[in-house]
């Protein structure tokens, strides 16, 4: 048994029930929520949470395919419509359609779940189901009665004409005789405006359930007749003639046969649902554990709770835990929780929180037992993945001032009588949650007791968690076994808590620091410090000193950390670079040997026309050393490679000072003073996109001079040479055509088109490969993978030539 009995409202749970409870879309889902409580039952909770994990998956898999809304709540008329001759009115029988309605749709969906991916709901399905067989009743025998409602109503829950025929025949012999009745009436009134008995806006109306005229009441004996009513100021009488008496009392027959003719359709209608409430009264109950199950999933939905690991003896090991309350709260004026890391197990049972006060160690505590309170209630909890809970028999918590004014009990007596209560009954399934442990009374008798009644629940095999300030109990930590210690984490360059829990070692609570930062006298600390004793301040140095080293070292470690992520980076930069390079050798290679071929089949084929030219001029001297000839300048033109020497190295450009702007000259600072010259194409922030030759490079600007413009025209050109813009730009078209090469001209003639189109800069091309036996197409493709310009690469519409043609898209 938990202890205290408003344990569940100490810790908030009650605030997140509430939450649970609105988030149903029934009362009865919501009497469901109001029933939460904390079990023992290892399987019972297994199943609970599974629920919950599995509606989640349905919400998010399956959300719009069942109804989450008008879950209306029929069961206040089981109890009549068990009575014979009971019936309902046509209001109730309007939410019984949509609640019915409703409820089928709802049966059909997780009858039909997957059950080996959702065995839990789909268990719950199937309970209801067997119900069913036991009562020899089928939901499906709802249907039909859905089928009738629909015939009875239209769609405003007015009875239908055509509900029975009775009532149709009625219904027409009512509007036949009003007719009549309204023809003669309208001749009596017709006459009254012309004599001057009535004004002109007065017209036929109702009085006592009967048709009549206005009259003005000094002429109210000018028509024979039963006068039914008048006005409140007597000023006019309104009349029912003589010769309508007939009509009228046939018209009220009429519609007393109505009624009774309708209350004879209701009643077949409330005999026909009579047999049927047993089922529908155990659907309903169904349809509130659905209800109830999706409200807890909406708030692990909303709060990122997740189903962890389940363990079934006591045991904590949570990651990132979060108060879902605090964190609510936080959330509201923009501020994030810390998570806290928090491991309990059979070696280190009890935690002795330690730290300065507002720190967060009250938190912790009450993170620790809504959790596990909320866990054991049947919901998912806030912590990350990996996080596994473990099952306790009841939880003991002292927290909070507790002073009992008619019981006269202080606020240290009522901690000891919770003390006192938790000695008797604390077990090895008990988790304890102390806040402020031992304080209240004299620090050294209360250290002392503190100290004696924690070393006995840590030999009764408890676990748990308790705060503290006193040094015995921290000293304690360290040499019982089952006890250990935990700090929060303070920060001593700025003096502010940081919220963290840091396990394994104790706290400071940092008092004199905090004294001096709110501003205390300093004389007043330094009397503080010699009444202490050098013992008790030493400690509390020692601990300071350990916390500032820690940190020191956390930040030479961060820092340490991200510099070798960057040398990481540079590494796959490098790798990066080195595969481009061997890419375009490669490439190279692939192009010089395409053209070499190129060039051996020219001289092949021009050789062996030669040799037939010869043949055919019958060896005549001047027509074969004619063809000589031109066999002679075909080898000068196309084979030959003259290899340029002593040619003059371009002289570096001299640096000139000036701003550099789209279209300067600059040159690349160098130690030698001869770096690489090249023209601005572009500027981007800091850097420059600078053409160098036929490459084009983005390089920061502060590693760029300006130069003076190159003299040599001849250098100019050939330092340009591929980068004419305007005549790429005209030359280019958005489709190339490969079909029919082979496959070392196709990476020439694609590496050379996708290069134009990253320079111009064009968002989309059309590879034209066709479709064949798709090698040419796999060809393609397999090249494309090299840019990483590429956007995305995919095939043209079906109509427009489908798998021949593949679309390239740029960043």
């Known amino acids: 048994m938990n202890y205290p009995e408003n344990i569940a409202e100490k810790l908030g749970f009650d605030h997140i029930q509430r939450d649970i409870s609105q988030a149903c879309l029934s009362p009865m889902g919501a009497e469901f929520a109001a029933k939460m409580k904390f079990s023992t039952r290892h399987s019972v909770v297994t199943s609970w949470v599974t629920q919950v994990h599995e509606m989640k998956q349905i919400m998010a898999e399956h959300g719009g395919e069942w109804p989450q809304q008008d879950y209306y709540d029929l069961r206040a008329w089981f109890a009549p419509l068990s009575l014979e001759g009971h019936y309902l009115t046509p209001e109730d029988w309007r939410d019984w359609h949509r609640g019915l309605d409703i409820l089928v749709q709802m049966i059909r969906f997780f009858t039909n779940l997957d059950a080996e991916k959702f065995p839990e709901i789909k268990r719950i399905t199937q309970q209801y189901q067997a119900k069913e067989t036991e009562m020899e009743l089928d939901f499906r025998q709802i249907i039909p009665l859905i089928q009738e409602l629909d015939r009875v109503f239209d769609v405003n829950g007015q009875i239908k004409e055509t509900a029975s025929p009775a009532l149709g025949d009625l219904r027409r012999k009512r509007f036949a005789e009003e007719q009549n009745l309204r023809k003669k009436l309208d001749s009596y009134i017709q006459q009254a405006y012309k004599e001057g008995w009535v004004s002109k806006d007065f017209s036929l109306t109702l009085r006592n359930g009967r048709m009549v005229i206005p009259l003005a009441a000094e002429h109210k004996r000018k028509i024979k007749g039963f006068v039914q009513d008048e006005s409140d100021t007597g000023k006019t009488v309104y009349l029912e003639p003589a010769d309508a008496l007939v009509l009228n009392n046939e018209i009220k027959s009429l519609e007393s046969a109505e009624r009774r003719e309708i209350i004879q359709i209701l009643s077949r209608l409330s005999d026909r649902v009579r047999p049927l409430v047993p089922m529908l009264a155990a659907w309903f109950q169904w349809l509130g554990v659905i209800d109830f199950v999706r409200a807890k999933a909406v708030w692990a939905i909303e709060h990122d709770a997740i189903l962890p690991h389940i363990q079934a003896t006591p045991h904590v090991k949570w990651r990132a835990a979060r108060h879902p309350i605090l964190e609510e709260s936080l959330v509201k004026i923009g501020k994030k929780i810390k998570p806290l890391d928090i491991t309990l197990d059979a070696q280190k049972r009890i935690m002795v929180v330690s730290g300065p006060n507002a720190g967060g160690k009250s938190v912790t505590l009450s993170t620790i037992g809504l959790l596990q309170y909320l866990f054991q209630a049947g919901c998912l909890v806030p912590v990350a993945e990996g996080s596994t809970m473990g099952f306790f028999d009841q939880i003991f918590l002292d927290m909070g001032d507790e002073q009992n004014l008619e019981n006269e009990l202080s606020t240290y007596s009522s901690h000891l009588s919770n003390m006192r209560y938790f000695l008797q009954h604390a077990q090895e399934k008990t988790l304890l949650l102390v806040d402020e442990f031992g304080t209240g009374t004299e620090p050294s008798l209360g250290g002392a007791i503190a100290e004696s009644i924690l070393e006995k629940l840590a030999d009764k095999g408890s676990y748990g968690a308790i705060n503290t300030h006193f040094g015995n109990l921290k000293s304690l930590a360290d040499r019982k076994a089952g006890l250990f ?169 001299k640096p000139i000072v000036g701003i550099i702007e789209v279209g300067s000259w600059v040159a690349i600072k160098q130690a030698d003073g001869e770096g690489a010259v090249g023209q601005v194409l572009e500027l981007k922030g800091k850097d420059a996109v600078v053409a160098l030759g036929s490459i084009r490079s983005t390089i920061k600007l502060n590693r760029l001079e300006k130069a003076a413009t190159p003299k040599a025209e001849k250098a100019t050109r050939v330092a340009m040479k591929g980068i004419d813009m305007n005549s790429r730009m005209a030359q280019f078209t958005l489709t190339l055509d490969v079909r029919g090469k082979r496959g070392e001209e196709v990476y020439v003639i694609l590496d050379q088109y996708m290069n134009d189109a990253i320079l111009l800069g064009v968002p989309e091309v059309h590879i034209l490969h066709g479709k064949g036996d798709g090698i040419l197409r796999a060809l393609v493709k397999e090249q494309l993978k090299r840019y990483r310009e590429i956007k995305s690469v995919q095939d043209e519409h079906a109509d427009r030539g489908g798998a021949g043609i593949s679309i390239i898209q740029f960043k």
């Open 485 to 653: 210690n935990a700090a929060m984490r303070y920060d001593t360059t700025h003096l502010e808590p940081q919220f963290i829990l840091d396990m394994g070692k104790p706290g400071s609570s940092f008092a004199f620091e905090i004294a001096q930062k709110i501003g205390l006298p300093t004389q007043i600390i330094e009397n503080a410090r010699k009444k202490l004793g050098k013992n008790q301040v030493d400690f509390d140095k020692l601990l300071m000193e350990t916390e500032t080293e820690k940190q020191i070292w956390e930040s030479k470690n961060s820092s340490l950390a991200a510099q070798l992520a960057q040398a990481e980076r540079i590494k796959e930069q490098y790798s990066s670079l080195k595969q481009l390079l061997e890419e375009d050798q490669k490439r190279l290679l692939n192009s010089a040997k395409a053209e070499a071929k190129q060039l051996i089949k020219d001289a092949n084929q021009k050789i062996e026309q030669t040799i037939r030219e010869i043949k055919e001029k019958s060896a005549e001297k001047e027509a074969t050393k004619a063809i000589r000839n031109t066999l002679t300048e075909f080898a000068t033109e196309k084979l030959a490679n003259p290899v340029k020497k002593n040619e003059p190295k371009p002289a570096p450009a």
